[in-house]
């Protein structure tokens, strides 16, 4: 089995689909082929182009899926960047809503249900649905589990079909009739947030949280068979009269479902600039009509029928243009953003975090994980160099409840930054200090039999977990001295909420190295079960770390998993063997620049001691980080390499302290100004934490929680 890595970032597919999407919503306001046939303008603008916003929700699904089960808070970035756009358009199309009289026969009663459920302004309905559909599914989730969920959405939405595409049956049946004209009092269509949107936001979630079981090519087929069953769906009810309106049919969730695992199965690169261009048209496509008919007006090639020279085409394709055009401007500064942020040419040495991989790397290892255990991210040592307080973030707003540092300085600052939910801090804290651990809410391990009584003597009550030494004997009470666990319980200032073990051998997959952690395991569940028998339970307990998860599957029970370097997405060696390959992704890249380049006569030498000294001509440029970064000493000499325009090259000479030189001679095309990688991928070419961290001679733990105070930390998304 391979390292646990994905080199690519992913679904560079869904960003490409949105603009298409967004171009079949453009379609629906403008019926492209009104002129050319009716029948054909029907297939493409009220079946085909109805993909189009299901497709949108289901994205926003999957994007939510890793937090939505858990926690409310991983959902506010979201609503708060919906209700922004939504406000935004509002006031965008405030001048349009008065010139058609939006006002004038307006109650208070009629705006709120407009602004919930109808949209103010035609397309806008979308920003509310997406939003209430959100906040129904994450309640669904969790009363009533995913299948609980997909019942009742299916539900709504089959209310919601009989209120749309196939309204003639429901006003046929006097009871339905009755129940829609209700409805219908309350807001005018049923495709909103409350019937429409809650299914395809869910088929999104689940698309995350399962793994596609289908080649690409299957896919296909099943999205071609999809799509043949929506076109004989719509016209069928076409035949027999039955839309009120047509957005919502039976076999939409069929065709997106395929939709959705093609486009993931596409491994390409994120376009974030393409998807704000897809909500740039999506918002402003309708005043973009109004532009195109006011300047045909006014060159006079508007047909009666308020098309461009009698071409509903011909208007459509203005339309898509002129949107187009107008969305550029704001995909240009996305695009520009994102080109500063990740090479952030301010910058001396920096580390660039990439939060999707991070995301991913939650989701994966939360996949792992049986019912009832959690995620206890490990952030201790900075996060392992990547920055605490920005990775807990992350975390915490993908669903991570709970953290685990090895200080108490570490577990404070996690605080003051606003993270919540547990802190566990995993080393010693003096026992002195034992009213910082209660006014911060963090809860302290309990190191040892003294130690208890020390911090019980402390005077304030304190949360604590029971390390239990099970054959590390680095920390904790032994496994068999059941009074000394028995008496830490019973300790009034102490409260036990958890116990932990540490696994000493679970990085190998060795027969005899699988035994001792058994056996570790076999002796953690023992003292548990003292505890518990004794009446101090129940408390949540845990045991596995990185290796722990990778190599032996969780067992039911246990409360949290502690990974750590894994949720960084690197493995501690290159060649490392693991029982489950997640498809985890690395999260750190390591960047500096090249401040000076000098080319060498034969016989000139370079860096402390002149131990850089070629025998033929040669360049060498001098980079802007060093050992005091945390870029070890060990790699001088040529031991390490790094990557400048996509290609390798060696140290060269003694590391210094802040800087260091590499041999360029091999890549004349290299500049002063350029961006160096120490870590991560340049081009084609990838220089791997594990790689870098090997031929230091050390692990890539040490590795990268060692980079320094000065390395800038930088997220990229
Ligand atoms: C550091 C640490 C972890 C995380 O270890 P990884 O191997 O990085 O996953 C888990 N538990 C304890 C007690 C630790 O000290």
Not at 194 to 219: D, E, I
Request: charged share 15%.
């Amino acid at each position: 089995m391979s390292a646990p890595q994905e080199k690519t970032a992913q679904y560079g597919g869904l960003d490409l689909f949105r603009i298409l999407a967004a171009l079949l919503v453009v379609a629906v306001h403008t019926g492209p082929l009104l002129t050319v046939s009716a029948q054909a303008n029907y297939l493409i603008t009220d079946i085909l182009a109805r993909l189009a916003v299901p497709f949108f929700l289901a994205v926003s699904g999957f994007f939510l899926a890793p937090g939505i089960e858990k926690d409310w808070h991983s959902l506010r970035h979201f609503f708060h960047k919906v209700l922004l756009l939504y406000g935004i358009s509002i006031l965008l199309y405030l001048p349009l809503m008065v010139r058609n009289g939006y006002f004038s026969g307006c109650t208070p009663l009629s705006l709120a249900a407009d602004l919930i459920f109808n949209g103010p302004f035609y397309h806008l309905w979308y920003f509310p649905a997406a939003v209430l559909g959100t906040i129904i599914i994450f309640l669904l989730l969790r009363r009533l589990g995913v299948r609980g969920s997909l019942a009742i959405c299916s539900l709504l939405y089959l209310v919601g079909l009989l209120g749309d595409s196939y309204y003639g049956l429901s006003a046929a049946l006097p009871p339905l009739n009755t129940f829609y004209n209700l409805l219908f009092s309350c807001f005018d269509y049923t495709r909103n947030g409350l019937f429409l949107s809650p299914l395809f936001l869910l088929l999104g979630v689940l698309l995350r949280k399962h793994s596609p079981r289908l080649a690409a090519g299957q896919y296909s087929a099943l999205l071609c068979g999809g799509f043949i069953l929506l076109v004989a769906e719509g016209e069928l009810v076409a035949q027999f009269g039955l839309p009120r309106h047509d957005s919502m049919y039976l076999t939409l969730p069929l065709c997106i479902w395929p939709l959705m695992r093609l486009l993931c199965s596409i491994k390409c690169k994120s376009f974030p600039a393409v998807r704000t261009a897809s909500t740039v048209v999506y918002v402003i496509h309708p005043l973009c009509i109004v532009a195109v008919r006011g300047g045909a007006k006014a060159l006079g090639i508007l047909s009666p029928d308020g098309f461009l020279l009698g071409s509903s085409l011909l208007h459509y394709l203005a339309v898509a243009a002129v949107s187009l055009l107008a969305a550029l401007p704001f995909a240009l500064w996305r695009q520009r953003q994102r080109h500063v942020q990740n090479t952030p040419n301010r910058l001396r040495a920096w580390a660039e975090i990439d939060r999707s991989a991070l995301v991913h790397n939650i989701g994966r290892l939360t996949e792992l994980l049986p019912a009832g255990c959690e995620l206890m991210a490990v952030v201790k040592a900075n996060a392992y160099g990547h920055g605490d307080t920005l990775t807990a973030r992350v975390c915490m707003e993908n669903g991570v409840k709970a953290f685990a540092v090895a200080t108490l300085e570490e577990g404070i600052r996690l605080r003051r930054t606003g993270i919540r939910g547990e802190i566990l801090i995993l080393g010693w804290t003096p026992p002195e200090l034992a009213q910082l651990l209660s006014r911060w809410h963090l809860t302290q391990t309990v190191v040892g039999p003294e130690y208890a009584q020390e911090l019980n003597h402390s005077g304030c009550k304190v949360k604590v977990h029971l390390a239990v030494d099970t054959g590390m004997h680095r920390l904790g009470l032994a496994w068999d001295d059941g009074d000394g666990l028995l008496a830490v319980c019973r300790l009034r200032r102490l409260r036990v909420t958890g116990m932990f073990t540490h696994l000493a051998f679970s990085e190998s997959l060795e027969l005899d190295a699988a035994r001792r952690t058994q056996a570790q395991l076999e002796r953690f569940y023992q003292a548990a079960e003292l505890v518990a028998q004794s009446g101090y339970g129940p408390v949540a307990l845990h045991a596995l770390s990185s290796y722990g998860l990778l190599n032996c599957p969780p067992q039911a029970g246990m409360a949290y998993a502690r990974p750590g370097i894994a949720l960084y997405g690197v493995l501690s060696r290159p060649d490392d063997q693991v029982g489950t390959s997640p498809g985890l992704r690395p999260v750190l890249s390591l960047r500096a620049k090249i401040a000076r380049i000098h080319s060498l006569e034969p016989g000139d030498c370079a860096g402390y001691d002149g131990a850089f000294a070629p025998s033929a001509s040669a360049r060498v440029a001098a980079v802007t980080i060093g050992y005091a970064d945390g870029y070890p000493r060990s790699l001088s000499n040529g031991r390490g390499r790094v990557l400048i325009r996509g290609k390798f090259a060696p140290v060269a000479g003694l590391i210094c302290m802040d800087q260091l030189l590499v041999d360029v001679t091999g890549i004349p095309e290299a500049q002063e100004g350029d961006t160096v990688t120490l870590i991560g991928q340049d081009g084609e070419q990838i220089l791997t934490a594990e790689e870098v961290a090997r031929d230091a001679g050390t692990i890539t733990n040490e590795l990268l929680s060692r980079l320094g105070e000065r390395v800038t930390r930088v997220m990229i998304s």
